[in-house]
């Protein structure tokens, strides 16, 4: 059954992950993502894979004809930390290593493009960490990661950052399971296009749904994070 937001909102995930991705190990499609995106009333998506854009003119097309909004956009790992881009070419993305040349590109696109910092102030991964006090202006928005409960819920100095910088907060999935996918969300108050938006994003037009899960699902949540889902990583390594 599809979840539907109120007129004149659009819901939103824009940190995805597919099989299509080159680094993980990911078993489900694209075009199996957003066929779930719109059974759940999702209006605008981005598959972000890890290094490379995920853009398909095909799929982007047909899902449109459906309702479905699919920006181009990426994961990026820029020196060590993640961040990720909307609304990008892979020629643009290949040619961003550094947070200096992420901000050549930001200043030659302008309201064009959107970066996310995801989730932050975790220790796994590419997380940027203190960082971002630093590069700060290479960001648009900050991630409300969805791995949280009230004991442990390392996204508390993001949202200090982004009360105290007056930058947005974006609730997403970071799906790597289609069961992961659907309960961590952004509504935005918005036209249904890629640069209405990022624009309505800016302004804070938003509402974030990231739902503390119960025990058992976020112990579960624990077990892939920490064994399955790295064990599928390696032995698609050992496959390759």
Not at 39 to 58: K, M, Q, R, W
Request: proline letters at 6%; charged letters at 25%.
């Amino acid at each position: 059954m599809a979840e539907n937001p109120s007129p004149g909102w659009i819901k939103t995930d824009f940190h995805l992950h597919s099989g299509e991705d080159p680094c993980d190990a990911i078993h489900y499609t694209a075009a199996e993502l957003v066929d779930r995106a719109l059974e759940l009333g999702y209006g605008a998506l981005s598959i972000t894979l890890h290094g490379a854009v995920f853009d398909d003119p095909a799929l982007r097309a047909t899902v449109l004809e459906r309702g479905l909004l699919l920006i181009p956009g990426a994961e990026l790992r820029i020196e060590g930390c993640d961040c990720v881009v909307l609304n990008v070419s892979a020629e643009e993305a290949d040619g961003v290593r550094t947070f200096d040349d992420l901000r050549r590109l930001r200043a030659r696109r302008g309201d064009s493009m959107l970066t996310l910092a995801p989730h932050p102030f975790y220790v796994l991964g590419g997380s940027i960490g203190r960082r971002i006090h630093r590069e700060l202006d290479c960001f648009d928005a900050i991630e409300l990661c969805h791995f949280h409960i009230p004991v442990i819920d390392p996204n508390r100095p993001a949202r200090r950052l982004a009360r105290k910088s007056g930058k947005p907060m974006l609730a997403t999935s970071d799906a790597h399971r289609l069961k992961g996918f659907g309960h961590h969300h952004t509504l935005i108050q918005s036209a249904p296009d890629t640069l209405s938006i990022f624009r309505a994003i800016r302004a804070g037009h938003t509402r974030l749904v990231s739902p503390t899960p119960r025990i058992a699902d976020f112990l579960e949540k624990l077990h892939y994070i920490f064994i399955e889902h790295p064990r599928h990583c390696f032995l698609r390594r050992r496959e390759k």
